[in-house]
């Protein structure tokens, strides 16, 4: 009787292990193929980008290093572009909104990370309209 019961709970035990193994076995193949879905729309995103090469089969037993899409580079330079016109787009939504001294600390910021940005000559002139704005009015 009591080797039906460790029979039983080896059986158990066994079959826990077993169903983690396939759970994280499924789990891993999700996170491949979406991490390839991703290459191939971000190579179809970027203008002028190849797309990525599918990833090789890796041995049995042996995880498979995920394939770096050639358009990293590409994605890298685009981030500095995109910060400096959220930067440049969000001190003149705060000029608009009659927020000069924020609107000047934001163009600022954008003229001291990137003071050679093709944004440099509008901000340095938004940063004179906007100290205008904020200069006092003389009293009538």
Request: net charge positive.
């Amino acid at each position: 009787m009591k080797a039906m019961l460790w029979l039983a709970i080896l059986g158990a035990v066994a079959a826990v292990a077993y169903g983690l193994w396939r759970l994280r076995a499924k789990w891993e193949e999700r996170k491949r193929a979406s991490e390839e879905r991703f290459a191939t729309f971000m190579a179809k995103a970027l203008p002028g980008a190849a797309p990525a090469a599918p990833a090789a089969s890796a041995a049995p037993g042996m995880a498979a290093e995920p394939a770096v899409p050639p358009m990293i580079a590409t994605v890298i330079a685009n981030n500095e572009v995109v910060t400096q016109r959220l930067l440049l787009e969000a001190a003149s939504k705060a000029g608009e909104a009659g927020e000069p001294a924020l609107s000047i600390q934001l163009y600022a910021k954008l003229l001291a990370r990137y003071p050679q940005c093709t944004f440099a000559q509008q901000a340095r002139a938004a940063v004179e309209a906007q100290k205008k704005k904020l200069a006092p009015k003389p009293a009538s």
